[in-house]
């Protein structure tokens, strides 16, 4: 019997419902679909690519190495694509997922414009029922969310925001259509990673740019390049190398953590080291660094008064300089922004650093913005100020599990999950890349967790079985084990996504654990061993 006879004769509707066609969806779509279900995805935006769709910001772009974040599924997709740089740029980025879209055929299953605002588990059919922006209700035996870890934008809480008469756009709503920046007054509200790309970008062509900064980061250089067509038939060929590296590493990057402390070496040494990284493209100099950097306080504060001297060599101000260090939190605490040119946009003489520590936005007003000591004119105010991470994107939808509970009040004091991917009293819903799950290299990880997701739709429609759940044994017993994962790991100290932190959103002013910190490897290791068990360790009936 194949899979999807076995679900219809139980239900009207999907066999599978995904939401969103991002990185994720596109190729949880592509698996269902081996299988022989009947899937369908609901997706907001009108195009594919999910974060690559809407982030058209100027700037925009990724830092995992282009070549290790393109999937890995398809053969001839590696033969075909050709990469243009080393960390593609949106555009770059939502070319290739549009290309894959095409070559897979995966629109046709696929209905755009089209917002889930609630899901609702139906214990006398075993069934969701999943109910659109619109008012469309539709039903499925499996419902996967494929909603991504920075989905849920922000605003900031100001006063005023509607008021202002000029342009104005969070950076995750850019406009398709080019927005024109000489001659304008431009405010960039926000500093963190999308914060430090778009200034850097909108420094170039803007008349004057005012930068409001409230947490300063500890941004290392991307060193970014082109990539011509021997190095990228170089790269082709050593594609499975590439690949096997980004299964051993712990965050699913080319790069690994030196097994050298820093404590251990001569401090010539030492600073030798930290020169090669900082001078290499991409990730190294936070996930290939001595393997104490995170965890030993003494050791933190070595690498982070070595990139605070960067800093203060490359800003010709020193008052300026200071106020771009950090000092709340050390170096890698936070997800570190990769940069090109950043710290010399503040050498410009058309761009302004305003620290909201000293100097707080009242409100904003019709023609700009209002601090403490003076008003601001602007013609077009930017909204670099994040994500309600991991979890928000979950809050938006209204999802409700046996007995009407509700998700986002079982989330209320942090995620509880079974290895990010089932909430027990939730049957059939999967998570791919959800709470607590293994971060990083991010469609390295998806390919994972959604195989592991296909595989455990497999077992059930050949067993006939109709309802998969977590335990909550199950589910508390993930939970402490990511947090114990997570003990002794400096991050977990600090305010910031990665820690549940977002001072825009009630509720979300408590650190949790959000993500599950012991590396990917380990990661993969407990869901095969539950997989190769038969799935014992979950409620299947």
């Given at each position: ?13 999907f ?7 991002g ?21 907001t ?23 290790t ?29 549009n ?83 000489e ?8 500093t ?81 080291f ?89 409100c ?104 998969i ?12 084990h ?60």
């Open positions: 019997m194949a899979a999807s006879q076995a679900i219809a004769e139980t239900t009207a509707g066999d599978a419902i995904v939401i969103g066609a990185v994720s969806g596109l190729y949880q779509l592509h698996k269902l679909r081996e299988l022989g279900l009947k899937v369908r995805v609901f997706e935006g009108t195009g594919v690519g999910g974060t690559w769709y809407w982030n058209r910001y100027p700037g925009a772009r990724f830092d995992s190495e282009s070549w974040y393109g999937y890995s599924f398809s053969q001839e997709l590696l033969e075909e694509w050709d990469w243009d740089e080393h960390f593609a740029g949106q555009p770059e980025t939502e070319r290739y997922l290309y894959v879209a095409d070559k897979f055929d995966l629109r046709r299953d696929i209905q755009f414009k089209s917002r889930v605002i609630a899901a609702h588990y139906r214990e006398e059919t075993r069934s969701w029922e999943v109910l659109l922006e619109d008012g469309r209700r539709y039903t499925t035996r499996f419902l996967i969310t494929a909603v991504g870890v920075l989905s849920a934008a922000t605003m900031p809480t100001i006063p005023g925001v509607e008021r202002f008469h000029g342009q104005s756009c969070h950076t995750h709503y850019w406009p398709k259509e080019p927005v024109r920046f001659g304008k007054r431009v405010a960039v509200i926000g963190g990673a999308t914060g430090v790309q778009t200034i850097t970008e909108v420094a170039k062509t803007a008349g004057h740019l005012t930068v409001f900064q409230r947490t300063p980061q500890w941004c290392a250089p991307l060193h970014n390049g082109k990539i011509g067509n021997d190095e990228m038939s170089r790269i082709r060929a050593n594609f499975p190398e590439i690949f096997a590296r980004c299964q051993e590493t712990y965050g699913c990057f080319i790069h690994a953590t030196d097994p050298r402390a820093a404590l251990e070496v001569s401090p010539e040494e030492r600073e030798a930290w020169e090669k990284l900082y001078s290499e493209p991409g990730f190294g100099i936070w996930m290939g660094n001595f393997r104490d950097i995170l965890v030993d306080r003494k050791a933190n504060a070595l690498i982070s008064d070595f990139i605070a001297r960067k800093i203060r060599q490359r800003v010709k101000d020193p008052a300026v300089a200071e106020k771009l260090i950090p000092k709340n939190h050390g170096f890698g605490t936070r997800r570190v922004p990769l940069e090109s040119g950043y710290f010399e946009v503040y050498n410009q003489p058309n761009v302004k650093l305003v620290d909201i520590t000293e100097t707080p936005i009242e904003i007003t019709p023609t700009g913005i209002k601090t403490s000591d003076r008003e601001y004119e602007f013609d077009i105010i930017i909204y670099a100020t994040g994500f309600d991470a991991i979890t928000g994107a979950f809050d938006r939808i209204d999802i409700h599990g046996v007995g009407g509970a509700s998700l986002k009040d079982k989330w209320k004091d942090g995620p509880q999950t079974f290895l990010g991917i089932l909430v027990d009293g939730f049957p059939n819903l999967l998570m791919v890349m959800g709470p607590h799950a293994g971060l990083g290299n991010f469609p390295r990880a998806v390919e994972y967790t959604a195989d592991w997701v296909t595989d455990l739709i497999r077992f059930s429609c050949e067993r006939d079985l109709t309802r759940e977590a335990t909550a044994a199950g589910a508390i017993a993930w939970t402490d990511v947090i114990e994962a997570s003990e002794g790991l400096l991050f977990t100290e600090i305010d910031s996504w990665m820690t549940g932190i977002n001072r825009n959103v009630e509720g979300k002013q408590v650190r949790r654990i959000m993500r599950y910190s012991g590396g990917h490897p380990a990661f993969r290791k407990r869901c095969d061993a539950v997989a190769a068990e038969g799935y014992r360790e979950l409620s299947l009936a």
